[in-house]
């Protein structure tokens, strides 16, 4: 690897840092590192921008996701359930 | 104190909704829902009433759907599978130090802020999130829909930290160029 890249950093290695500050999983010295790269890198800087609209939009989801009902069991599968459970505990 | 009557009117619906957002297979949810209730009664001596019937029964069907997760994580499914099918799964290229290839270089995304509110936004969100590989969609609904620490995943599906990394990292390369491609040129 170039020596640049060790200061700069590697596009790879920029938008994986890039997913562990979403988790704050990132180093102090990381950090600088990912953000002199993204001054200089305008695809990952793009990268930086549209993962964060998905990080936040993937967290919006799950509020959501857990508190939705939307599937229902049908009447007969239910029936049936039940009547499983109960020969079950007849035993 | 549990009363299994009732199980089925109570809590069948909440926890076949619980196991399709973490599945996404309705007749794998409704099986895992089953196998719960069944689970359940086998282990009801087990019940010592701190929890309240619902949470037990969901903790139930959690350690269901980790097994069925850590089932997929061992087999076939590689690191490597990507959404589009596409064989080519390197988005940088190793001989010029890990720059991007050029036909996957983000675009803009113009007005992307207000964009992700709309209901096509979604829609393209959920069409390209169950094109996801298993193995990677695995790991993102530990993180995403049940907001787990990093630790507690790998422990949950017996990976490594930085394979938890390589996953998320390619989980959301692909995620981003899927919307580009299906949403944000279409």
């Given at each position: 690897m170039a020596f640049i890249h060790k200061i700069l950093l590697t596009c790879k290695d920029a938008t994986l840092l890039t997913c562990k500050k979403q988790e704050n999983a990132i180093s102090f010295k990381e950090n600088i590192q990912l953000k002199i790269h993204l001054l200089v890198c305008k695809f990952c800087a793009m990268f930086y921008k549209q993962s964060n609209l998905l990080h936040q939009h993937l967290t919006k989801m799950q509020n959501e996701n857990n508190e939705s009902n939307t599937l229902q069991l049908d009447e007969t599968k239910k029936t049936a359930l039940q009547f499983q459970i109960d020969a079950e505990l007849e035993k | 104190m549990l009363n299994p009557k009732n199980w089925v009117t109570l809590f069948a619906d909440y926890l076949l909704n619980y196991a399709f957002f973490r599945v996404r297979d309705r007749a794998l949810a409704e099986d895992l829902m089953q196998e719960t209730f069944i689970s359940a009664l086998k282990s009801?001596?087990?019940?010592?009433?701190?929890?309240n019937e619902k949470t037990w029964l969901t903790a139930i069907l959690k350690n269901k759907i980790i097994d069925y997760y850590r089932s997929k994580l061992g087999k076939?499914?590689?690191?490597?599978?990507?959404i589009d099918g596409n064989?080519?799964?390197?988005?940088?290229n190793t001989e010029t130090s890990?720059?991007?290839?050029e036909k996957r270089q983000p675009q803009d995304w113009n007005n992307s802020d207000k964009a992700i509110e709309t209901d096509e936004f979604n829609n393209t969100f959920n069409d390209c999130m169950k094109k996801m590989p298993e193995k990677l969609a695995v790991v993102f609904s530990l993180k995403?829909?049940?907001?787990?620490?990093t630790e507690t995943i790998c422990k949950e599906v017996g990976i490594t930290t930085s394979n938890y990394w390589v996953i998320i990292h390619r989980a959301k390369l692909q995620l981003r160029e899927c919307l580009e491609k299906n949403w944000f040129k279409a």
């Open positions: - | 009801q001596h087990t019940y010592n009433g701190t929890a076939n499914s590689k690191l490597t599978d990507s064989t080519n799964n390197d988005f940088f890990f720059h991007w290839f995403y829909i049940d907001d787990e620490a």
